[in-house]
């Protein structure tokens, strides 16, 4: 896009942009009389001095200094120019940037949001229509066509080209969002190929990458990732929470666990509220995440000796707020099993026994 953005557009950008909603939704804020607070994520401290303030749209921290307003938030924190701040927040409230001599006039500036939603309504058209090895493998697995409309799981075909077929216009933003790769070479081509698709909701319901697993042995690595990119930082996000806070008011404790199958196979069973995190250890942020939805965590692992130390540092994680009134537990599972395996096994009950 070329052209300059107009004063008044990002005057009107500020105005229906809540800061508070916006730095939430990055670094958990605790309200405190008539600001919001947060330990700082421009650096380092044990003790929370960074406060917004609703009223004035404006951002302090008393032990740095940084301040400013959500624009300059956005460039700090995703660590973008001016311009990239500005589409990522005009993509937020769903606007479109009107430039002076604007010349893009095609679809290219699409909210990213929107699009991974479309990514995501083809994947479960292919999973219905084209997808009956994943359907044997879902149905392997013992899970039900409700819980695989619930998380929404759908399927990539075999082949190279079927999404950039698929979105022709949107080559920029599937690019943006890996959901295609460009090469060395500047060859184009789909990420994902024959896997099950699991989409990654933010906790506002929004899609914001993916996750696929493999029908083909052979195929590597088991699960793939969506990368990180402008709306999907991994360490800040966890799977299935979407649907925790969709379905459940009162909250009375949250498992977490490692993987997606994990989430999938307790839900399948009745248990409701658990969360996976994405391929990244369970950080200080998921912690504080949390604990604004309940009082009482349960982390359980696989029983080898990465899940013991994956519950290794989620207790690192949970220490400081164990202070604040949360309570962390951990399940210790027998060797050679996870959460799906032993679900299956023992039923809901046992398990939670």
């Known amino acids: 896009?070329?052209?300059?953005?107009?004063?008044?557009?990002?005057?009107?950008?500020?105005?229906?942009?809540?800061?508070?909603?916006?730095?939430?939704?990055?670094?958990?804020?605790?309200?405190?009389?008539?600001?919001?607070?947060?330990?700082?994520?421009?650096?380092?401290?044990?003790?929370?001095?960074?406060?917004?303030?609703?009223?004035?749209?404006?951002?302090?921290?008393?032990?740095?200094?940084?301040?400013?307003?959500?624009?300059?938030?956005?460039?700090?924190?995703?660590?973008?120019?001016?311009?990239?701040?500005?589409?990522?927040?005009?993509?937020?409230?769903?606007?479109?940037?009107?430039?002076?001599?604007?010349?893009?006039?095609?679809?290219?500036?699409?909210?990213?949001?929107?699009?991974?939603?479309?990514?995501?309504?083809?994947?479960?058209?292919?999973?219905?229509?084209?997808?009956?090895?994943?359907i044997d493998y879902l149905r392997g697995r013992g899970l039900s066509g409700e819980i695989a409309k619930l998380y929404q799981l759908g399927y990539a075909n075999e082949g190279w080209h079927h999404l950039e077929k698929a979105f022709p216009r949107n080559q920029r933003e599937l690019l943006a969002t890996g959901m295609l790769i460009k090469n060395d070479d500047g060859k184009i081509y789909d990420r994902y190929r024959n896997r099950v698709m699991f989409p990654i909701h933010d906790r506002h319901g929004r899609i914001i990458g993916f996750g696929g697993r493999v029908l083909d042995k052979e195929q590597k690595p088991k699960y793939l990732n969506s990368p990180e990119t402008v709306i999907f930082q991994k360490s800040r996000e966890l799977y299935g929470l979407h649907q925790i806070l969709s379905q459940q008011k009162t909250i009375e404790y949250i498992i977490v666990v490692e993987g997606y199958m994990d989430v999938i196979a307790l839900a399948q069973h009745g248990v409701m509220n658990a969360v996976a995190t994405l391929g990244t250890a369970t950080s200080t942020y998921h912690i504080q995440l949390l604990a604004k939805h309940t009082k009482s965590l349960i982390f359980c692992f696989d029983g080898d000796n990465a899940g013991r130390q994956a519950a290794w540092r989620a207790l690192e994680s949970s220490l400081p707020h164990l202070n604040l009134g949360l309570d962390a537990s951990f399940m210790f599972l027998p060797d050679g099993h996870d959460p799906d395996s032993l679900v299956r096994e023992e039923g809901k009950d046992n398990f939670l026994n």
């Open 1 to 134: 896009m070329s052209g300059l953005i107009p004063q008044p557009f990002i005057d009107d950008l500020l105005h229906r942009t809540d800061l508070v909603e916006l730095i939430d939704s990055y670094v958990p804020l605790k309200k405190r009389g008539n600001s919001h607070i947060a330990c700082c994520p421009f650096h380092n401290e044990k003790s929370p001095s960074f406060n917004v303030v609703a009223k004035k749209q404006f951002y302090h921290c008393f032990g740095c200094g940084a301040s400013g307003n959500a624009i300059s938030f956005v460039m700090n924190y995703l660590n973008q120019g001016f311009v990239d701040a500005i589409e990522t927040l005009a993509a937020r409230v769903g606007l479109t940037i009107p430039r002076d001599k604007q010349t893009e006039k095609n679809n290219s500036s699409q909210d990213l949001y929107k699009l991974l939603s479309d990514v995501c309504l083809y994947y479960q058209k292919k999973l219905r229509h084209e997808g009956q090895a994943a």
